[in-house]
């Protein structure tokens, strides 16, 4: 438990019998759940569990100072934010942690973890130690949960070792497949930033090949490559350059950053990974694996971003051939005057065959995915009305 909450409590108890025993009268009543990673929240918030115990115990306005301890023992008004209070404090309740009655019983009960013994795994593994974290994780619930409190520490530091280390560690988790806490993981928030951090640092390749492997994935998936794109939204929108726009990649600065990206996805064939994922991934993923297509093309500072992304676009639809697929073009198409022109140049170089490939996937999308006028619209936008 963090001292701050410890002492307070201590002060608590002597300084108020009573109001320590309501406390801990009000504060049993709540149950804790076993989501990792989800702090627990009351049926009451903080405020109102606050507000009942100073009814119960008829605080007079004079004792403000007693007022004042329950706040910072609740959380209540930002009293005290800081990490270790989240993470160790009196509101901090979920399965298997109890600080209230480790407080009680002066003791960790068995059933508990020591913060000490987490700490040690968590901010001191050594490689020899790693698979041993890795395997309690996996195995056992409580362990599991700790990773959810303080998994974020693979996160921190950008050495060549740090970022092994928090490589090694992810990679060891997706690679154990049919583990008893494979599937609370692959929910973790915790564990969800770990995978983008690693990704980040260039293991994105890694990170997308372990995954598409696990079952009930296609989510996290998903997360993953929407949240890396998010990153390089965000720093190319810092250099003054949006992607999704027509205009040419202007400054060497930009064509560098995008060249650095192309370097984390250039092993991967990404071509390949569409055509067999295809189906399972959302469409906001599909966009942006498309995206990055057209990001290993573009060799030089005068290239048309939209229009090499809509040359990507066709190639991936003509290899998929699927109602999703085709919904997915129509819906570019349909997007802007410029999109819907640049889609049409390049239909115009297919051979008939593929041209009347796309012409029918359109026309046989369901009338509830894409309506009679708005295929209409789609194939003379293309060219395709003939």
């Known amino acids: 438990m963090s001292f701050d909450s410890l002492l307070l409590l201590m002060v608590l108890r002597e300084f108020s019998p009573y109001t320590f025993n309501t406390l801990i009268s009000e504060y049993k009543k709540l149950d804790s759940i076993s989501l990792l990673d989800k702090v627990f929240e009351p049926p009451l918030p903080p405020e109102a569990l606050f507000k009942r115990i100073i009814k119960k115990v008829e605080l007079i306005p004079e004792q403000f100072s007693l007022e004042l301890l329950l706040k910072f023992l609740l959380g209540i008004d930002n009293s005290n934010s800081t990490a270790s209070y989240r993470e160790q404090g009196l509101n901090y309740k979920i399965k298997g942690i109890n600080y209230l009655e480790r407080v009680l019983l002066e003791n960790v009960p068995e059933t508990e973890l020591r913060d000490q013994v987490v700490f040690k795994n968590y901010f001191e593994p050594s490689p ?5 974290l890795i395997h309690k994780i996996l195995a056992h619930e409580n362990w599991a949960i700790s990773f959810g409190r303080f998994g974020k520490c693979f996160c921190l530091g950008s050495s060549q070792e740090e970022v092994s280390r928090r490589k090694n560690f992810a990679l060891g988790i997706l690679s154990a ?65 949006s992607p999704s726009s027509s205009e040419v990649i202007k400054t060497a600065e930009i064509f560098d950053f995008l060249e650095q990206y192309k370097s984390h996805t250039e092993k991967i064939n990404i071509i390949e990974f569409l055509e067999i994922h295809f189906q399972h991934l959302c469409i906001e993923s599909i966009r942006i694996l498309i995206e990055y297509i057209t990001i290993q093309k573009l060799i030089c500072l005068e290239q048309n971003y939209l229009n090499e992304y809509s040359k990507s676009y066709i190639e991936i639809i003509c290899k998929v051939r699927s109602h999703k697929a085709y919904k997915l073009l129509a819906e570019f198409t349909l997007d802007s005057s410029a999109k819907s022109d640049s889609v049409k140049e390049h239909i115009k170089t297919l051979s008939l065959e593929e041209k009347d490939g796309i012409k029918a996937g359109i026309k046989n999308l369901p009338e509830f995915e894409l309506g009679r006028v708005h295929k209409n619209q789609t194939l003379i936008s293309m060219g395709l009305n003939y």
């Open 177 to 241: 497949q049919g583990e008893k806490n494979t599937e609370l993981l692959l929910k973790s928030e915790a564990f969800e930033n770990l995978l983008v951090k690693v990704a980040e640092d260039g293991g994105l390749e890694d990170i997308l090949t372990k995954l598409v492997l696990l079952n009930s994935s296609e989510h996290l998936l998903d997360t993953i490559i929407i949240k890396y794109h998010e990153l390089l939204k965000r720093q190319l929108s810092m250099l003054g350059y």
């Open 128 to 132: 020899s130690s790693m698979d041993s």
